[in-house]
């Protein structure tokens, strides 16, 4: 085993968080800003990369590693609460948006998880968290979530979070499955990824729904989520007032007097 061994317990139901535990000596790593608290003797330091301790000595190694997570999307830095008492210490890990938090334990998934680039929340110390190029260009440039997704490996435990609730499927082989973009959490790496695009010129143009799908082919394991942040944020944004004060609504007779409305 090269990942620090964490215990944890999970809190809540739609608005999670983790409990992580921590022998003394034992790390956990985690995106900075996921921090909801933590109990005394545990110490925080911000570091370069992911914090495997696989990208080699010196400051090349910590710059490569570094600028592997700001392809995705990430910050430069990341953050391990190392437990330097002599007793059992907790801390915890808020999920930010509503959702699931799916605790993953890498050494019963053959040792690595694709997911979205936004997905990882926190990790045993020694889990890597990389980047994963599509093999194929058309899922990289139509993949709704973009050509980069984050790859986490190891042994150990590691926690995703995701919007709404979340099915986990087991794919057997040649199983195939059509997801919408952006409700794809994570993959195991058997699982074969590709983008299709909608049928029906109709269909992609007044289905209200994208103009790709993702095909999953097992064997492997794939997890969906109900409702991917992209899809809240521009729900929020459309019922957000607009300038000059004005509500776009639910609908109604005060939507039709804006339209004629001087302002």
């Known amino acids: 085993m090269n990942n620090h061994e964490i215990d944890y317990k999970l809190y809540g ?24 608290m933590m109990e005394d003797q545990i110490e925080m ?14 400051l090349m190694g910590k710059l490569f590693s570094a600028g592997k997570r700001v392809l995705t999307g990430e910050s430069l830095f990341m953050t391990t609460f190392t ?13 930010p948006y509503p959702g699931k938090i799916i605790p993953m334990d890498l050494s019963q998934l053959g040792g690595k998880v ?20 599509q093999r194929k260009l058309g899922a990289g440039f139509f993949g709704g979530e973009g050509f980069i997704m984050q790859k986490l490996e190891g042994d150990g435990m590691t926690f995703v979070h995701a919007g709404g609730t979340i099915i986990k499927k087991d ?9 919408d973009t952006g409700c794809l959490v994570a993959m195991t790496k058997d699982v074969d990824y590709n983008i299709e695009m ?12 994208g103009l790709f799908f993702a095909t999953l082919r097992g064997p492997g394991t794939v997890w969906i989520q ?10 929020v944004f459309a019922a957000a007032p607009q300038a000059g004060g ?7 007779i005060g939507n039709l007097f804006n339209m004629f409305s001087d302002d």
């Open 171 to 179: 794919l057997s082989p040649g199983e195939m499955l059509r997801v």
């Open 45 to 58: 330091e911000t570091i370069f990369g992911d914090g495997s301790g696989g990208s080699g000595g010196g």
């Open 226 to 235: 109900s409702l991917p942040f992209s899809r809240l944020a521009s729900r």
């Open 13 to 36: 139901d739609d608005m999670q968080f983790v409990e992580v535990e921590l022998d003394p000596g034992e790390t956990v790593i985690a995106e900075a800003g996921s921090l909801m």
């Open 114 to 133: 694709i997911c979205q680039k936004d997905a990882f929340l926190a990790a045993a110390k020694g889990v890597s968290v990389g980047v994963e190029f």
């Open 246 to 252: 004005h509500s776009k609504g639910e609908g109604g």
């Open 83 to 95: 437990n330097q008492g002599s007793g059992k210490k907790h801390v915890s890990f808020a999920a």
């Open 198 to 209: 909608v049928k029906g010129i109709k269909t992609a143009l007044f289905g209200g729904e």
